[in-house]
């Protein structure tokens, strides 16, 4: 199943990850430090969405309160919220 977060606080506008029973098979941030976002991406590929969300959130950039991380834990957490996905 294909998720679609619109970030909030941060460069990037949007998170896309697509779920398989609980996994991430593909993440891509829209916007944001190309770079980074890539490699984010790459590395949450193949893990537990319950993982990434215990790792990621709460990560800050600078002075801002949230990140691209923590977006991503944030979209996860929706995603469950929603019933998109089960942990």
């Not at 970030?7 to 949007?14: A, E, I, L, M």
């Not at 790459?42 to 949230?66: N, Y």
């Not at 991503?72 to 919220?81: F, G, M, P, R, T």
Request: charged residues 25%; glycine residues 12%; neutral net charge.
């Amino acid at each position: 199943m294909k998720y679609v977060y619109e970030n909030r606080g941060t460069c990037s506008r949007q998170t896309i990850v697509e779920l398989e029973d609980g996994i991430i098979k593909s993440c891509q941030i829209v916007g944001g430090c190309n770079g980074n976002t890539k490699g984010l991406c790459k590395l949450v590929e193949g893990m537990k969405a319950e993982d990434v969300i215990q790792r990621c959130k709460g990560i800050t950039c600078g002075p801002k309160p949230t990140s691209c991380p923590d977006q991503l834990a944030q979209a996860l957490s929706q995603a469950v919220e929603d019933g998109s996905i089960s942990l």
